[in-house]
T-cell receptor, first 115, second 119 residues
Framework: AQKVTQAQTEISVVEKEDVTLDCVYE???????LFWYKQPPSGELVFLIR??????QNEISGRYSWNFQKSTSSFNFTITASQVVDSAVYFC????????????FGKGTRLHILP | DTAVSQTPKYLVTQMGNDKSIKCEQN?????MYWYKQDSKKFLKIMFS???????INETVPNRFSPKSPDKAHLNLHINSLELGDSAVYFCASSPPPGLAGGRATGELFFGEGSRLTVL
């Protein structure tokens, strides 16, 4: 069965600190996609990244970076030099082409960046 | 131009009533979804449609009936509303697949959400 676990329900850090959000997934399939989405206090859901199961290269986008490790079934998200605007709920998600593109979300990690 | 738009954004109603939420996307995507987000922020898929065809029906009660008149629209009708239906309902669409295949890429473009409160 597919499952996404975000063990950290809530994290608070002081601005400019680095923070890593953990995501562990379960799937029996060899072809799948992993995602991160951001939901700021305003409520909209914003796509951040998609990674397919064949591409284990880490990705960096500005202050954001993602570490995909198939060996540990993890897809962690790091924010470097955090800013107050990074405060949001972050969701990790998984989809599998063999299940009609059903995208399963983790329960989210609420991140507070304190000024 | 809003890519995925939902109406209404807020809905307050009494138990037992019937209500609808409309969703339209102007991105040309083939796949559309309804997700429910509860008070604990948990996002759960309800339905997906690909080019007007129902693909996913995630054991949602029969009181919920999606309708897709064309691939740009996916509406959600809820009969006999219950207290537990209170949530934010998000519509989303997804681009067609690239070389990897599948019906959609999984990259979701969400609407702003419709907050339903059942009293």
């Amino acid at each position: 069965a597919q499952k996404v676990t975000q063990a950290q329900t809530e994290i608070s850090v002081v601005e400019k600190e680095d923070v890593t959000l953990d995501c562990v997934y379960e799937t029996r399939d060899t072809t799948y996609y992993l995602f991160w989405y951001k939901q700021p206090p305003s409520g909209e859901l914003v796509f951040l990244i998609r990674r397919n199961s064949f591409d284990e290269q880490n990705e960096i986008s500005g202050r954001y970076s993602w570490n995909f490790q198939k060996s540990t079934s993890s897809f962690n998200f790091t924010i470097t030099a955090s800013q107050v605007v990074d405060s949001a709920v972050y969701f990790c998600a998984l989809s599998d082409e063999n299940r009609d593109d059903k995208i399963i979300f983790g329960k989210g990690t609420r991140l507070h960046i304190l000024p | 131009d809003t890519a995925v738009s939902q109406t209404p954004k807020y809905l307050v109603t009494q138990m037992g009533n019937d209500k609808s939420i409309k969703c339209e996307q102007n991105l040309g995507h083939d796949t559309m979804y309804w997700y429910k987000q509860d008070s604990k922020k948990f996002l759960k898929i309800m339905f997906s449609y690909n080019n007007k065809e129902l693909i996913i029906n995630e054991t949602v009660p029969n009181r919920f009936s999606p309708k897709s008149p064309d691939k740009a629209h996916l509406n959600l009708h809820i009969n006999s509303l219950e207290l537990g239906d209170s949530a934010v309902y998000f519509c989303a669409s997804s681009p067609p697949p690239g070389l990897a295949g599948g019906r959609a890429t999984g990259e979701l473009f969400f609407g702003e959400g419709s907050r339903l409160t059942v009293l």
